[in-house]
């Protein structure tokens, strides 16, 4: 239920492996395409896994589900405005799936959820089938890294916790066909809150890198070469400072532990805030090297995470429209993302740099990291270079004359 960048690839995995399956998406487009071989904006590794699977017979695709053994529901779970979680899809999967189960069978649930949600919700929702007292009932979370999704899906662990410990054990029977990481086995809420304090803690270590990376710039100290050596620590591992926390996961399920107790969650809060709070950080201070200047920036990078095409919930959009509001013209570019975002044009790169004020490197995709130096030169107005990620190699690009601005590093004169 669900195929998207998670149940899409899991679907084709089990059917690779020998098991008959439904793929179910709500969407009819989502269905006609796949069913043509087309796997839309997925991973290619999961492309040549579709025509697999397709092959095999084993994968047919649907709108609505049928009975079966098992069910995964992989759908997503975004955030309202309030930051409150939106448990539409997760409500109207299970509902349908509630319409169709029979004895016996086992109901997943993979999405992210606020922790307490299968037994407030999807519990509630299978209580109005009939055989509700023989079902059995999982939540196994998943855990894969965009981008390493086939890699991930097969070796990492998995946590799985059910209503019962026979809910739990079919699951893990079910993952085991093409699970090789451990399997773990724990209750339903323990799951739950296990996948939430995952991407809460990698918020919470990124928004220490880049409060660390303001505070450095105070003091003239050159925070990457700084968290590189506290890093040399056995016991400290400081993640990268940055233009701000995007995708769909990390910067948004937090929000389901800050739901549980506002004023027991003040950390989880306050690291939400410092990365959401980056993207107006960074264009103030590309404001500040600018100044004066009324030519355009060149905003390379519109995916959240490097070689990702992927643009929800940015920060290189944020940055975008704070630099628009701020009366400065932007022009973006970026390999990895298709055509426009919103309204966001997406510029071949020559048009980008073209008489540019200032170029912003607000993601480390390698195709920005290996830019020749001397070629943007060339067509930039002026030399000035902000990178918003630490990856540029700032001594080839001050070789061909560039003042290179790096995120966390302010020469202490300059204060
Ligand atoms: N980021 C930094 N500095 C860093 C690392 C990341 O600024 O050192 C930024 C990235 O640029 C990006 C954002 O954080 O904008 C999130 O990126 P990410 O690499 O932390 O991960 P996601 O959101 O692509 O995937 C995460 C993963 N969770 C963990 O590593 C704990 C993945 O395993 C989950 O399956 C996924 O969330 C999910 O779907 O929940």
Redesign the pocket.
């Known amino acids: 239920m669900g195929l998207g960048y ?1 149940g899409l690839p899991t679907a084709c995995i089990l059917a690779n492996s020998g098991v008959d399956v439904l793929g179910v998406d709500a969407d009819p487009r989502v269905v006609e395409a796949l069913r043509a071989g087309t796997a839309g904006t997925a991973e290619a590794e999961v492309g040549s896994l579709l025509q697999l699977a397709l092959h095999s017979g084993r994968l047919r695709f649907a709108t609505s589900p049928e009975s079966c053994d098992a069910f995964i529901v992989a759908v997503p779970t975004p955030v309202h405005a309030d930051h409150t979680a939106d448990l539409r899809h997760v409500k109207d999967a299970v509902r349908s799936v509630a319409g169709v189960v029979e004895p016996g069978a086992l109901v997943v649930l993979e999405s ?1 959820v606020p922790p307490g949600t299968v037994k407030s919700l999807v519990v509630p929702e299978l209580l109005a089938s009939q055989h509700w007292s023989k079902l059995l009932v999982a939540h196994c979370p ?6 390493a999704t086939l890699l ?1 899906l097969v070796n ?1 662990d998995r946590v799985i916790g059910g209503i019962d410990q026979r809910s739990a054990e079919r699951a893990a029977e079910l993952y085991s066909i093409f699970v090789r990481g451990e399997i773990h086995l724990t209750d339903l809420t323990t799951a739950e809150m296990v ?1 939430v304090m ?2 809460t ?3 919470v ?2 928004a220490l ?2 409060e660390f990376a303001k505070l450095a710039e105070r003091i003239g100290v050159d925070v990457w070469e700084a968290i590189r050596l506290a890093n040399n620590h056995p016991r400290v591992n400081i ?13 948004v ?1 937090p929000w389901f532990l800050v739901a549980i107790d506002p004023e027991r969650s003040t950390v989880v809060r306050s690291a939400r805030d410092v ?1 959401d709070g980056m993207p107006r950080y960074v264009v103030e201070r590309l404001l500040e090297e600018i100044a004066g200047d009324s030519g355009h920036v060149a905003l390379l990078g519109l995916a ?3 070689e ?1 095409g992927d643009t929800r ?3 290189s959009l944020e940055i975008h429209r704070l630099l628009n509001e701020r009366g400065v013209d932007v022009r973006a570019h970026d390999p990895l993302v298709a055509g426009k975002v919103g309204s966001v044009v997406n510029h071949p790169l020559a048009d980008a740099l073209s008489g540019a004020a200032a170029v912003l490197i607000a ?1 480390d995709h390698r195709a920005f990291v290996n830019l020749e130096p001397s070629a943007v030169a060339d067509v930039v107005r002026s030399t000035t270079v902000f990178d918003a990620r630490g990856c540029l190699d700032r001594e080839r690009w001050e070789r061909e004359g560039f003042r290179v601005v790096t995120l966390g590093r302010v020469a202490a004169s300059d204060d």
């Open positions: 998670v992210t998943e855990r894969v890294l965009p981008g991930e990492n996948k995952e991407n803690f990698r918020d270590n990124i890198a880049n993640l990268r400072p940055g233009p701000g926390v995007g995708g769909h996961c990390v910067a399920d990365n959240y995470r490097a990702l919930e940015s920060p993601t």
